[in-house]
């Protein structure tokens, strides 16, 4: 079972920037895709931004030219560089690695929270 561990996150004013990483416990070069979803108070979890093995991205149109997914398959992490937040970027921030093995799997983080003062 595939571990994963967040950190970054904290409390920044609105505009500022925070990178998120995600480690974990094994090779992510074996996953399909890793990627960032969030999950607000009161609503549903929502996709944040995907890469895949490959090195394809993509992102929620709320995100888009702020965010930035990346990976260092050296390290067996994922990043996520938030830049120009905003109070509606709060949330909590969980990491995700699925793969397929006759169906789709997936891993999940803890999370860590991101909060945006305005």
């Known amino acids: 079972q595939v571990q994963l561990v967040e950190s970054g996150g904290g409390l920044v004013q609105a505009g500022g920037s925070l990178r998120l990483s995600c480690a974990a416990s094994g090779s992510i070069s074996s996953f399909y895709a890793m990627g960032w979803y969030r999950q607000a108070p009161g609503k549903q979890r929502e996709l944040v931004a995907t890469i895949t093995s490959g090195g394809s991205t993509n992102y929620a149109d709320s995100v888009k030219g702020r965010f930035t997914i990346s990976r260092d398959n050296a390290k067996n992490t994922v990043y996520l560089q938030m830049n120009s937040l905003k109070p509606e970027d709060t949330a909590v921030y969980y990491c995700?690695?699925?793969?397929?093995?006759?169906?789709?799997?997936?891993?999940w983080g803890q999370g860590t929270q991101v909060t945006v003062s305005s």
């Open positions: 995700n690695a699925h793969w397929y093995v006759l169906e789709r799997h997936d891993g």
